[in-house]
């Protein structure tokens, strides 16, 4: 009976361990591919918008990417950035991000919700 349970305690030791290591691989992932998201933002639209948690905008009518889930479901703005984001105005460029860099871009901009 002790067997049993002692088999039974580290049976659980071992899946607790697992699912503690599993989720701190994912958060690793995440905190990642945030990081990789912030560097596009910077080294891509910076110029323009405010991409950090606080500031304004260098051009005005660019909205602070911390605001845009106020406008738009993050999730969705994933199929705009593939297809490429066209504005009726001259100063945004048009362009088309590749899937993993549309993945850490949407991560960044979840971290700032």
């Known amino acids: 009976m002790r067997c049993t349970f002692a088999g039974l305690a580290i049976l659980l030791l071992m899946i607790s361990t697992a699912q503690s290591a599993t ?5 690793s992932e995440t905190a990642q591919a945030e ?17 950090g ?12 990417f911390r605001t845009l889930h106020q406008r738009y479901p993050i ?4 199929e705009a950035f593939a297809e490429g984001i066209y504005t009726g105005h ?8 590749e ?15």
Not at 104 to 109: N, P
């Open 23 to 27: 989720r701190s691989e994912v958060r």
């Open 35 to 51: 990081r990789r998201g912030y560097t596009y933002a910077k080294a891509h639209c910076a110029r323009c918008h405010a991409i």
């Open 53 to 64: 948690r606080s500031g304004r905008s260098r051009f005005k009518p660019a909205p602070p």
């Open 75 to 78: 999730e969705t703005l994933a």
């Open 90 to 97: 001259p100063k945004m460029p048009a362009f088309e991000l």
């Open 99 to 113: 899937p993993d860099e549309i993945n850490d871009l949407l991560v960044y901009l979840k971290s700032l919700e």
